[in-house]
């Protein structure tokens, strides 16, 4: 069965710094893999997924995912973080063909410091 | 339009009491599904409905009865819940072919089980 680990429970960084959201998952085949951002009482919205081809696949909001088959890896980054990105960050996983789950990760929360 | 609605945002309700959760789309997408998600966890699936058909249910109790009266309208009828029932209720919706791999969430319901 697949999984998904998100290690980090909660991540502060400075507005205009860095980010990297660390996602690992567990599947035997070439999964696709998705980031969704969760504001607080808000539904979810997609930032970006992966299917197949290039691995650094661009989002929406300036975030950017790479995909590493190598380490089971697919890390959520933005160069330069803003206020408005504080917010719940959930990694998933879809095995492919027809199903309709998803298995989600435990999510990280990111705090932004002025 | 491009929006998943769901009504009410906020219901606080008895333990006797009957309610029910509606969500809207016109995207013309067939199927839907609705999700649990309790504080600071990741979404739960509850139930899929693909061609207004229950296609998935998640072993959940008996007091969430779902129903898809027509393809752009999904419904969660709600009785005899517990405190522990208390989430936010999301909705989704997939366009046909697409599975879990495009979900579009609605806000959610924010459930108070008194």
């Known amino acids: 069965a697949q999984s998904v680990t998100q290690p980090d429970i909660h991540i502060t960084v400075s507005e205009g710094a860095s980010l990297e959201l660390r996602c690992n998952y567990s599947?035997?085949?070439?999964?696709?893999l998705f980031w969704y951002v969760q504001s607080p009482g808000q539904g979810l919205q997609l930032l970006l997924k992966y299917f197949s081809g290039d691995t650094l696949v661009q989002g929406i909001k300036g975030f950017e995912a790479e995909f590493k088959r190598s380490q089971s890896s697919f890390n959520l980054r933005k160069p330069s973080v803003h206020w408005s990105d504080a917010a719940e960050y959930f990694c998933?996983?879809?095995?492919?063909?027809?199903?309709?789950?998803?298995?989600f990760g435990k999510g990280t929360l990111l705090t932004v410091n002025p | 339009d491009t929006e998943v609605t769901q009504t009410p945002k906020h219901l606080v309700m008895g333990m006797t009491n009957k309610k029910s959760l509606k969500c809207e789309q016109h995207m013309g997408h067939r199927a839907m599904y609705w999700y649990k998600q309790k504080a600071k966890k990741p979404p739960e699936l509850m139930f899929v409905y693909s061609y207004e058909k229950l296609s998935i249910n998640e072993s959940v109790p008996s007091r969430f009865s779902p129903e898809c009266p027509n393809s752009s309208l999904l419904n969660l009828h709600l009785h005899a819940l517990q405190p522990e029932d208390s989430a936010l209720y999301l909705c989704?919706?997939?366009?046909?072919?697409?599975?879990?791999?495009?979900?579009?969430f609605g806000s959610g319901t924010q459930l108070s089980v008194l």
């Open positions: 989704a919706s997939s366009k046909p072919g697409q599975w879990a791999r495009k979900l579009f």
């Open positions: 998933a996983v879809h095995s492919g063909g027809s199903n309709y789950k998803l298995t």
């Open positions: 599947y035997g085949a070439t999964p696709y």
